[in-house]
Protein backbone atom coordinates (compact mmCIF):
# COMPACT_ATOMS: atom_id res chain seq x y z
CA UNK A 1 0.00 0.00 0.00
CA UNK A 2 1.05 3.47 -0.82
CA UNK A 3 2.50 5.51 2.01
CA UNK A 4 0.33 8.58 0.77
CA UNK A 5 -2.27 8.82 -1.76
CA UNK A 6 -4.06 11.53 -2.72
CA UNK A 7 -7.19 10.43 -4.97
CA UNK A 8 -9.14 13.76 -7.09
CA UNK A 9 -7.96 16.59 -4.54
CA UNK A 10 -9.39 20.14 -5.08
CA UNK A 11 -8.62 22.61 -3.21
CA UNK A 12 -10.50 25.93 -3.87
CA UNK A 13 -10.25 29.53 -2.51
CA UNK A 14 -12.81 32.46 -2.89
CA UNK A 15 -12.05 34.91 -5.08
CA UNK A 16 -13.33 38.76 -5.47
CA UNK A 17 -13.53 40.11 -8.43
CA UNK A 18 -15.22 42.26 -11.21
CA UNK A 19 -17.38 45.36 -10.60
CA UNK A 20 -17.84 46.30 -6.82
CA UNK A 21 -15.63 43.17 -5.95
CA UNK A 22 -18.38 41.25 -5.80
CA UNK A 23 -18.05 37.05 -4.85
CA UNK A 24 -17.41 35.10 -8.10
CA UNK A 25 -17.32 31.48 -7.73
CA UNK A 26 -14.31 29.93 -6.32
CA UNK A 27 -11.40 29.14 -8.14
CA UNK A 28 -9.52 25.72 -8.04
CA UNK A 29 -5.80 26.57 -7.04
CA UNK A 30 -5.80 22.49 -6.92
CA UNK A 31 -7.89 20.66 -9.02
CA UNK A 32 -8.37 16.76 -8.94
CA UNK A 33 -4.94 16.11 -8.12
CA UNK A 34 -4.03 12.49 -7.69
CA UNK A 35 -1.06 11.01 -7.30
CA UNK A 36 0.53 8.20 -5.14
CA UNK A 37 4.09 8.27 -2.99
CA UNK A 38 4.99 4.65 -2.00
CA UNK A 39 7.79 4.24 1.46
CA UNK A 40 10.78 5.21 0.59
CA UNK A 41 10.15 6.76 -2.11
CA UNK A 42 11.19 10.69 -3.28
CA UNK A 43 8.69 11.98 -5.28
CA UNK A 44 9.06 15.31 -7.11
CA UNK A 45 6.39 18.12 -7.73
CA UNK A 46 7.49 20.13 -10.25
CA UNK A 47 6.23 23.22 -12.02
CA UNK A 48 6.07 27.32 -12.33
CA UNK A 49 5.27 29.16 -9.48
CA UNK A 50 1.39 29.49 -8.58
CA UNK A 51 0.62 26.34 -10.04
CA UNK A 52 -0.33 24.86 -6.45
CA UNK A 53 2.13 22.77 -4.89
CA UNK A 54 2.44 24.63 -1.99
CA UNK A 55 -1.23 24.86 -1.77
CA UNK A 56 -1.02 21.07 -2.34
CA UNK A 57 1.56 20.31 -0.05
CA UNK A 58 -0.52 22.24 2.98
CA UNK A 59 -3.53 20.06 1.94
CA UNK A 60 -1.42 17.06 2.57
CA UNK A 61 -0.48 18.63 6.26
CA UNK A 62 -3.97 18.94 6.62
CA UNK A 63 -3.88 23.14 6.39
CA UNK A 64 -6.53 23.05 4.03
CA UNK A 65 -9.89 22.01 3.49
CA UNK A 66 -10.69 20.03 0.44
CA UNK A 67 -13.55 21.11 -2.06
CA UNK A 68 -13.35 17.45 -3.07
CA UNK A 69 -11.35 14.20 -3.32
CA UNK A 70 -9.79 11.94 -0.48
CA UNK A 71 -5.94 11.90 1.47
CA UNK A 72 -4.91 8.63 2.63
CA UNK A 73 -1.86 8.33 4.77
CA UNK A 74 -1.33 4.89 5.44
CA UNK A 75 -4.47 4.29 4.08
CA UNK A 76 -6.77 6.58 6.72
CA UNK A 77 -8.25 9.55 5.07
CA UNK A 78 -6.83 12.40 6.88
CA UNK A 79 -10.25 14.08 6.52
CA UNK A 80 -12.72 11.56 7.99
CA UNK A 81 -10.82 11.33 11.12
CA UNK A 82 -11.35 13.68 14.26
CA UNK A 83 -8.98 16.91 14.80
CA UNK A 84 -6.96 15.32 17.57
CA UNK A 85 -6.41 12.09 16.18
CA UNK A 86 -5.00 13.85 12.34
CA UNK A 87 -2.56 16.18 14.82
CA UNK A 88 -1.50 12.56 16.20
CA UNK A 89 -0.95 11.62 12.50
CA UNK A 90 0.82 14.71 11.64
CA UNK A 91 3.63 13.52 14.15
CA UNK A 92 4.58 11.32 11.18
CA UNK A 93 4.66 14.18 8.63
CA UNK A 94 6.80 17.09 9.09
CA UNK A 95 7.95 19.81 6.70
CA UNK A 96 10.85 21.79 5.65
CA UNK A 97 10.23 25.45 3.95
CA UNK A 98 11.60 27.32 1.36
CA UNK A 99 13.09 30.19 3.64
CA UNK A 100 15.30 29.01 6.60
CA UNK A 101 15.42 32.79 7.58
CA UNK A 102 11.74 33.30 8.23
CA UNK A 103 10.67 29.56 8.91
CA UNK A 104 12.85 29.83 12.21
CA UNK A 105 11.69 31.62 15.63
CA UNK A 106 14.24 34.73 15.47
CA UNK A 107 13.28 34.42 19.35
CA UNK A 108 14.41 31.39 20.22
CA UNK A 109 17.51 29.40 20.47
CA UNK A 110 18.65 26.27 18.33
CA UNK A 111 17.52 23.97 21.40
CA UNK A 112 14.02 25.38 21.82
CA UNK A 113 13.45 25.59 18.09
CA UNK A 114 14.38 21.86 17.59
CA UNK A 115 12.95 20.78 20.54
CA UNK A 116 9.05 22.29 19.75
CA UNK A 117 8.17 19.01 18.10
CA UNK A 118 9.56 16.82 20.92
CA UNK A 119 7.46 18.63 23.50
CA UNK A 120 4.20 18.80 21.54
CA UNK A 121 4.40 14.98 21.10
CA UNK A 122 7.04 13.16 23.65
CA UNK A 123 7.38 13.95 27.32
CA UNK A 124 10.81 13.79 27.79
CA UNK A 125 12.79 14.86 30.75
CA UNK A 126 15.31 17.90 30.00
CA UNK A 127 18.15 15.50 30.07
CA UNK A 128 16.95 13.26 27.34
CA UNK A 129 15.78 16.43 25.87
CA UNK A 130 19.37 17.84 25.53
CA UNK A 131 20.97 14.48 24.59
CA UNK A 132 18.46 14.38 21.47
CA UNK A 133 18.48 17.65 20.34
CA UNK A 134 22.85 17.52 20.59
CA UNK A 135 22.34 14.32 18.50
CA UNK A 136 20.06 15.81 16.01
CA UNK A 137 22.20 19.39 15.83
CA UNK A 138 25.71 16.89 15.26
CA UNK A 139 23.61 14.61 12.78
CA UNK A 140 23.22 17.85 10.26
CA UNK A 141 26.66 19.15 10.78
CA UNK A 142 26.73 21.84 13.45
CA UNK A 143 28.22 21.43 16.74
CA UNK A 144 26.93 20.31 19.73
CA UNK A 145 27.79 24.41 21.39
CA UNK A 146 25.49 25.76 18.94
CA UNK A 147 21.81 24.70 20.67
CA UNK A 148 22.50 27.99 22.61
CA UNK A 149 22.38 30.49 19.56
CA UNK A 150 19.82 32.20 17.65
CA UNK A 151 18.62 31.68 14.15
CA UNK A 152 20.72 35.06 12.91
CA UNK A 153 23.90 33.57 14.16
CA UNK A 154 23.94 31.15 11.61
CA UNK A 155 24.38 31.13 7.34
CA UNK A 156 21.54 30.86 5.45
CA UNK A 157 22.71 26.81 4.52
CA UNK A 158 23.24 26.36 8.23
CA UNK A 159 19.75 27.15 9.31
CA UNK A 160 18.12 25.14 6.51
CA UNK A 161 20.18 22.01 8.62
CA UNK A 162 18.50 23.48 11.55
CA UNK A 163 15.33 23.29 9.94
CA UNK A 164 15.80 19.59 8.81
CA UNK A 165 16.94 18.92 12.49
CA UNK A 166 14.06 19.95 13.66
CA UNK A 167 11.82 18.17 11.23
CA UNK A 168 13.78 14.85 11.98
CA UNK A 169 13.37 15.36 15.61
CA UNK A 170 9.83 13.06 15.57
CA UNK A 171 11.33 10.48 12.95
CA UNK A 172 8.59 11.54 10.49
CA UNK A 173 7.50 8.87 7.77
CA UNK A 174 6.90 11.81 5.42
CA UNK A 175 9.30 14.41 4.85
CA UNK A 176 7.58 17.28 2.63
CA UNK A 177 10.57 19.75 1.56
CA UNK A 178 8.89 22.63 -0.06
CA UNK A 179 11.68 24.64 -2.22
CA UNK A 180 13.97 23.52 0.52
CA UNK A 181 17.06 25.25 -1.78
CA UNK A 182 15.77 27.86 -3.59
CA UNK A 183 16.72 30.74 -1.56
CA UNK A 184 20.10 29.63 -0.86
CA UNK A 185 23.39 30.61 -2.58
CA UNK A 186 23.98 28.26 -5.58
CA UNK A 187 26.98 27.20 -3.82
CA UNK A 188 25.30 26.07 -0.70
CA UNK A 189 22.38 24.87 -2.67
CA UNK A 190 24.40 21.91 -3.49
CA UNK A 191 26.18 21.19 0.01
CA UNK A 192 22.32 20.94 1.01
CA UNK A 193 20.84 18.94 -1.72
CA UNK A 194 23.63 16.21 -0.71
CA UNK A 195 22.84 16.47 2.76
CA UNK A 196 19.41 15.74 2.28
CA UNK A 197 20.18 12.78 0.20
CA UNK A 198 22.22 11.63 2.61
CA UNK A 199 19.46 12.11 5.47
CA UNK A 200 16.98 10.69 3.09
CA UNK A 201 18.45 7.38 2.55
CA UNK A 202 20.13 7.17 6.05
CA UNK A 203 16.63 7.34 7.38
CA UNK A 204 14.94 5.61 5.09
CA UNK A 205 12.73 8.70 4.45
CA UNK A 206 9.78 8.90 2.38
CA UNK A 207 10.30 12.59 0.32
CA UNK A 208 7.86 14.67 -1.29
CA UNK A 209 9.95 17.17 -2.97
CA UNK A 210 8.59 20.14 -3.98
CA UNK A 211 10.19 22.06 -6.39
CA UNK A 212 10.24 24.81 -9.86
CA UNK A 213 13.45 23.14 -10.71
CA UNK A 214 13.55 20.33 -13.16
CA UNK A 215 17.37 19.87 -12.63
CA UNK A 216 17.67 20.09 -9.34
CA UNK A 217 14.27 17.27 -8.90
CA UNK A 218 16.01 15.11 -11.30
CA UNK A 219 18.97 14.52 -8.51
CA UNK A 220 16.86 14.25 -5.82
CA UNK A 221 13.81 12.06 -7.08
CA UNK A 222 12.48 8.64 -8.13
CA UNK A 223 9.49 10.28 -9.76
CA UNK A 224 8.07 13.23 -10.68
CA UNK A 225 4.72 14.78 -11.08
CA UNK A 226 4.25 17.97 -13.53
CA UNK A 227 2.14 20.36 -12.20
CA UNK A 228 0.58 23.14 -14.42
CA UNK A 229 -2.20 25.43 -13.42
CA UNK A 230 -3.62 23.46 -10.78
CA UNK A 231 -3.35 20.19 -12.63
CA UNK A 232 -1.34 17.49 -12.27
CA UNK A 233 -0.73 16.95 -16.47
CA UNK A 234 2.01 14.48 -16.31
CA UNK A 235 3.74 11.87 -13.85
CA UNK A 236 6.62 9.28 -14.31
CA UNK A 237 10.10 8.14 -13.45
CA UNK A 238 12.60 10.75 -13.71
CA UNK A 239 13.56 9.14 -16.89
CA UNK A 240 10.14 8.84 -18.22
CA UNK A 241 9.70 12.47 -17.61
CA UNK A 242 13.11 14.05 -19.27
CA UNK A 243 13.88 11.31 -22.54
CA UNK A 244 10.00 11.00 -23.06
CA UNK A 245 7.63 13.72 -21.94
CA UNK A 246 4.50 13.76 -23.38
CA UNK A 247 2.69 16.77 -22.20
CA UNK A 248 3.90 20.10 -24.23
CA UNK A 249 4.53 21.87 -20.79
CA UNK A 250 6.88 19.05 -19.69
CA UNK A 251 8.17 19.52 -23.02
CA UNK A 252 8.61 23.00 -22.74
CA UNK A 253 10.16 22.74 -19.46
CA UNK A 254 12.65 19.63 -20.53
CA UNK A 255 13.84 22.14 -23.16
CA UNK A 256 14.20 24.70 -21.17
CA UNK A 257 17.43 22.96 -19.66
CA UNK A 258 19.94 23.40 -21.83
CA UNK A 259 22.05 20.17 -20.13
CA UNK A 260 19.07 17.82 -21.14
CA UNK A 261 18.89 18.81 -25.04
CA UNK A 262 21.55 17.19 -26.70
CA UNK A 263 22.24 19.77 -29.58
CA UNK A 264 22.25 22.52 -27.09
CA UNK A 265 24.17 20.32 -24.36
CA UNK A 266 26.95 20.00 -26.51
CA UNK A 267 27.11 23.60 -27.51
CA UNK A 268 27.08 24.36 -23.77
CA UNK A 269 29.60 21.93 -23.01
CA UNK A 270 32.31 23.32 -25.37
CA UNK A 271 31.77 27.11 -24.32
CA UNK A 272 32.06 25.84 -20.66
CA UNK A 273 35.08 23.67 -21.54
CA UNK A 274 36.30 27.11 -23.03
CA UNK A 275 36.13 29.28 -19.60
CA UNK A 276 37.06 26.36 -17.68
CA UNK A 277 40.60 26.17 -19.13
CA UNK A 278 40.39 29.84 -19.30
CA UNK A 279 39.46 30.22 -15.68
CA UNK A 280 40.62 26.48 -14.28
CA UNK A 281 37.01 26.61 -12.81
CA UNK A 282 34.66 23.27 -12.62
CA UNK A 283 32.09 25.34 -14.45
CA UNK A 284 30.76 21.63 -15.88
CA UNK A 285 31.06 19.39 -13.22
CA UNK A 286 27.92 19.99 -11.47
CA UNK A 287 27.17 16.34 -10.97
CA UNK A 288 30.14 13.65 -10.27
CA UNK A 289 30.19 10.33 -12.02
CA UNK A 290 27.54 8.72 -9.53
CA UNK A 291 25.53 11.73 -10.56
CA UNK A 292 25.97 13.01 -6.99
CA UNK A 293 25.82 16.96 -7.07
CA UNK A 294 29.26 18.39 -5.48
CA UNK A 295 29.77 21.70 -4.46
CA UNK A 296 29.66 24.24 -7.03
CA UNK A 297 32.37 26.71 -7.47
CA UNK A 298 31.47 30.29 -6.82
CA UNK A 299 31.39 31.77 -10.50
CA UNK A 300 32.22 35.11 -11.27
CA UNK A 301 28.83 37.41 -12.66
CA UNK A 302 31.18 37.60 -16.28
CA UNK A 303 31.87 34.12 -16.19
CA UNK A 304 28.15 33.24 -15.50
CA UNK A 305 26.78 35.82 -18.30
CA UNK A 306 29.23 34.11 -20.49
CA UNK A 307 27.78 30.78 -19.89
CA UNK A 308 24.52 32.07 -21.02
N1 LIG B 1 -5.06 31.22 1.24
C1 LIG B 1 -5.20 31.55 -0.04
N2 LIG B 1 -6.24 32.32 -0.46
C2 LIG B 1 -6.39 32.64 -1.77
N3 LIG B 1 -5.54 32.27 -2.74
C3 LIG B 1 -4.48 31.52 -2.39
C4 LIG B 1 -4.25 31.12 -1.02
N4 LIG B 1 -3.11 30.38 -0.98
C5 LIG B 1 -2.64 30.31 -2.26
N5 LIG B 1 -3.47 31.00 -3.08
C6 LIG B 1 -3.30 31.13 -4.54
O1 LIG B 1 -3.22 29.82 -5.06
C7 LIG B 1 -2.33 29.80 -6.16
C8 LIG B 1 -1.33 28.68 -5.97
O2 LIG B 1 -0.47 29.01 -4.90
P1 LIG B 1 0.67 28.02 -4.38
O3 LIG B 1 1.43 28.76 -3.30
O4 LIG B 1 0.08 26.72 -4.03
O5 LIG B 1 1.55 27.86 -5.67
P2 LIG B 1 3.03 27.29 -5.82
O6 LIG B 1 3.02 26.45 -7.03
O7 LIG B 1 3.47 26.65 -4.55
O8 LIG B 1 3.86 28.59 -6.10
P3 LIG B 1 5.16 29.15 -5.35
O9 LIG B 1 6.28 28.26 -5.80
O10 LIG B 1 5.27 30.55 -5.85
O11 LIG B 1 4.87 29.07 -3.87
C9 LIG B 1 -1.71 31.16 -6.28
O12 LIG B 1 -2.37 31.87 -7.29
C10 LIG B 1 -1.99 31.78 -4.92
O13 LIG B 1 -2.12 33.16 -5.04
Redesign the pocket.
Known sequence: MPLLQLHDVTVQ???KGGFLKRTIPP?S??DQVSFQIFQGEVYGLV????????????AIMGLNSLANGQILFQGDDLYQMSRASRKLRMKDIQMIF?DPYSSLNPRKNVWNIIAEPLRNFENLSKEEELAKVQELVERVGLNAESIYQYPHQFSGGQRQRIGIARALALRPQLLIA??PVSALDVSVQAQVLNFMKDIQEEFELTVLF?S?DLGIVRHMCDRIGI?YK?RLVEEGTVEDIYERPSHLYTKRLVAAMPELNPEKRSEKVKQRRQINEQYELAADQFFDSSGRIIELRKISDTHRAALK
Not at 47 to 58: D, F, P, Q
Request: hydrophobic fraction near 25%; proline fraction near 4%; include cysteine.
Open positions: FPERVVGESGCGKSTTARQDEIHMG
